[in-house]
């Protein structure tokens, strides 16, 4: 079955950085996309970036320009690199995969959080 493992959180001061990582136990091909959601409390959980198995970006308004998603060589493992981090940004993070066969399924990670203080 599909096991995704997210890493990287923590916490960090506004305008800072911090790399999320997601380890698939299948490479991002047995994937349609995958991508990186966040909720924090009280609040729906958001798209922050998505990457398709061919390699297109999709962003959440606030993220572009500040976070970069990138799979690795072995492309098993899904990155979020956050730049200029704001207060807003404080959630926790979760990976996502949908499969393309069988019938598409989400997966979900466990989630990392992610604190930014002023």
């Known amino acids: 079955q599909v096991q995704l493992v997210e890493s990287g959180g923590g916490l960090v001061q506004a305008g800072g950085s911090l790399r999320l990582s997601c380890a698939a136990s299948r490479s991002i091909f047995s994937f349609s996309v995958m991508g990186w959601y966040r909720q924090a409390p009280g609040k729906q959980r958001e798209l922050v970036a998505t990457i398709t198995n061919i390699g297109r970006t999709n962003y959440k308004d606030s993220a572009q320009g500040r976070f970069t998603i990138s799979t690795s060589s072995t492309k098993k493992t899904v990155y979020l690199q956050m730049n200029n981090l704001k207060l807003e940004d404080t959630a926790v993070y979760y990976c996502?995969?949908?499969?393309?066969?069988?019938?598409?399924?989400?997966?979900w990670g466990q989630g990392t959080q992610v604190t930014v203080s002023s």
């Open positions: 996502n995969a949908r499969t393309i066969q069988p019938p598409p399924t989400d997966y």
